[in-house]
C-alpha cells in the first residue's frame, strides 16, 4: 500500500510540476469554435468544456491549486494541533479547557463548518486554507493528546524531570519526537480530507473564485452538461479519486510501517 500510494501520489505531483510540459494552452483561454470538443482530438486530448476551454490543462492547472490547498492546511493543522494537543496532554490545567473547545468544534460535520466558515470569510485560496485548517486542526489535537498522555508519565521523562529539565525541554525533546510516528500518519488522511473537501468548497461556491482552474469549479461548470458531454466532469472526477485513493494507501502504509504494534504482531 505504502509503494502504490506513494506512486499514485507521485504521478498526481508530476502532473501539476509539468502542467506547461504536458499541455501549452492556457487553462482560461475560451474558444466557441472549439466547444464540446470530445476526447481524442488533436487540440483537445480529453475534450473541451462549454465555452471551448481545454479540459486538459484544465485538469492539471487544477492539481497545482489542491496540492497547494492540501499542503498548506497539512502544514496549518499540523503546527496548531500539535500545540493544541501538546499543552493540552502535558498541562493538567489546560486539558479541560482546550480540548472542550475542541470538542464543540468537532461537534459539527466537517464540511458544513467548512462551509459555513469559508462563506462567512468570502471565496478564495486563502480562505479556504483558514476554513480546512480550522476543521482538521483539532483531530490532529486529539491524536497528539492522546500520544503525551502515554508519554508524560514515562520513566524517561520523570527521569529528565528529577534531573531538572524544564517542561519546554521535555516537550521539545523527550515527547513530541514519540509523537512524530501518529502524526505523520494522520496528517496524510488529513492531506486527502483537504483535497476532496476543497473540491465540494469549489463546486458550491465557496472556494477559489472563478476562472481559477479548480477540479471542483470544473465538476460545477459541468453538471448541466452531463448528458451530452460528460467527459467535463468524468475527468476531474477520475483526478480527484486517484488523489484520495493514493493519500488514503500512502496512510495506511506509513501506519503499518512506522506502528511497531503492527510490527510485532507480523513478526
Same mark, same amino acid.
Given at each position: 500500500?505504502? /509503494? ?10 508530476? =502532473? ?18 472549439? $466547444? ?16 471551448? $476551454? ?7 492547472? +487544477? ?6 490547498? +492540501? ?6 493543522? +499540523? ?8 499543552? *493540552? ?20 460535520? %466537517? ?17 479556504? /486554507? ?8 483539532? $483531530?490532529? %489535537?486529539? /491524536?497528539?493528546?492522546? @500520544? ?5 508519565? *514515562?520513566?524517561?521523562? &520523570? ?12 516537550? $521539545? ?8 510516528? #501518529?502524526?505523520?500518519? &494522520? ?20 472556494? #477559489?473564485? #472563478? ?6 469549479? =470544473? ?15 468524468? =475527468? ?25 504494534? =503492527? @510490527?510485532? %504482531? &507480523?513478526?
Amino acid at each position: 500500500m505504502l /509503494v502504490i500510494g506513494g506512486l499514485l501520489l507521485l504521478c498526481v505531483i508530476a =502532473m501539476a510540476l509539468a502542467a506547461e510540459l504536458i499541455t501549452p494552452i492556457s487553462p482560461t483561454r475560451m474558444s466557441m469554435r472549439t $466547444r464540446f470538443s470530445p476526447p481524442g482530438s488533436p487540440l483537445h486530448p480529453l475534450g473541451s468544456d462549454a465555452i471551448g $476551454r481545454d479540459v486538459l490543462s484544465r485538469l492539471v492547472h +487544477g492539481a497545482r491549486v489542491s496540492l497547494r490547498i +492540501g499542503t498548506f492546511v497539512v502544514l496549518a493543522a +499540523g503546527v496548531a494541533g500539535t500545540a493544541i494537543g501538546a499543552l *493540552a496532554g502535558y498541562f493538567r490545567a489546560l486539558d479541560g479547557p482546550l480540548m472542550r473547545t475542541m470538542d464543540a468544534l468537532m461537534a459539527f460535520p %466537517a464540511i458544513l463548518l467548512a462551509i459555513a466558515i469559508a462563506a462567512a470569510l468570502g471565496p478564495s485560496e486563502v480562505n479556504v /486554507v483558514i476554513a480546512l485548517s480550522a476543521v482538521y486542526a483539532p $483531530r490532529t %489535537a486529539r /491524536v497528539v493528546r492522546a @500520544q503525551v498522555l502515554v508519554l508524560r508519565d *514515562a520513566e524517561y521523562v &520523570q527521569a529528565a524531570r528529577v534531573a531538572g529539565a524544564g517542561d519546554a525541554f521535555i516537550l $521539545r525533546r523527550h515527547i513530541l519526537p514519540n509523537c512524530t510516528a #501518529p502524526l505523520i500518519v &494522520q496528517l496524510t488522511f488529513v492531506f486527502a480530507y483537504a483535497v476532496l473537501a476543497e473540491a465540494v468548497l469549489s463546486f458550491l461556491g465557496v472556494g #477559489p473564485p #472563478p476562472p481559477t482552474p479548480t477540479w471542483g469549479n =470544473m465538476i460545477a461548470d459541468g453538471r448541466n452538461f452531463i448528458r451530452e458531454a460528460p467527459w467535463i466532469t468524468m =475527468m476531474p472526477g477520475i483526478a480527484i479519486s486517484i488523489t484520495v485513493l493514493g493519500l488514503n494507501l500512502l496512510g495506511d502504509g506509513l501506519r503499518d510501517v512506522l506502528d511497531p504494534r =503492527m @510490527q510485532v %504482531a &507480523q513478526a
